[in-house]
């Protein structure tokens, strides 16, 4: 589908996003090394993003929740963190949806895919 790219990614243990993040914070990703964001609610793993529209998160899956799970899901969305959700929020609100159309395509929407995929085979090979 245009513009959304996840990767479903079941580990070998069970981990929350505490403990995931504490078993791979030292590893060199594609992106770089992943780090931890405050984003609404919770915390999800991260990488650098490319753009604003445009970031590899690590959160987990659907039916998994807080509790702790092997199934993870490694996805392309927007920049995370408090500051970025308002701003991201607040130019939507303003281009009434028209600001946020580079995440649909484009040279940094093609990159961030790629380093979704590279992401999900990185964590795949890590054997946690």
């Known amino acids: 589908m245009l513009g959304i790219k996840q990767i479903k990614v079941v580990l070998k243990n069970d981990y ?3 403990t995931l993040f504490e078993a791979i914070k030292d590893h060199e990703f594609t992106p770089g090394k992943p ?10 793993i991260c990488f650098d993003e490319v753009d604003r529209q445009n970031q590899v998160q690590i959160v987990p899956g659907m039916t998994q929740g807080a509790k702790p799970g092997p199934k993870w899901t490694v996805m392309k969305a927007e920049a995370a963190g408090m500051d970025n959700l308002a701003k991201n929020m607040a130019i939507g609100a303003l281009t009434n949806g028209w600001g946020n159309l580079g995440s649909l395509g484009g040279k940094n929407s093609k990159l961030c895919e790629k380093q979704v995929e590279a992401v999900a085979k990185e964590l795949e090979a890590m054997g946690i």
Do not use: P
Not at 35 to 44: A, D, E, L, P
């Open 35 to 44: 780090k931890m964001v405050k984003h609404g609610f919770t915390n999800i």
């Open 16 to 18: 929350t996003t505490d």
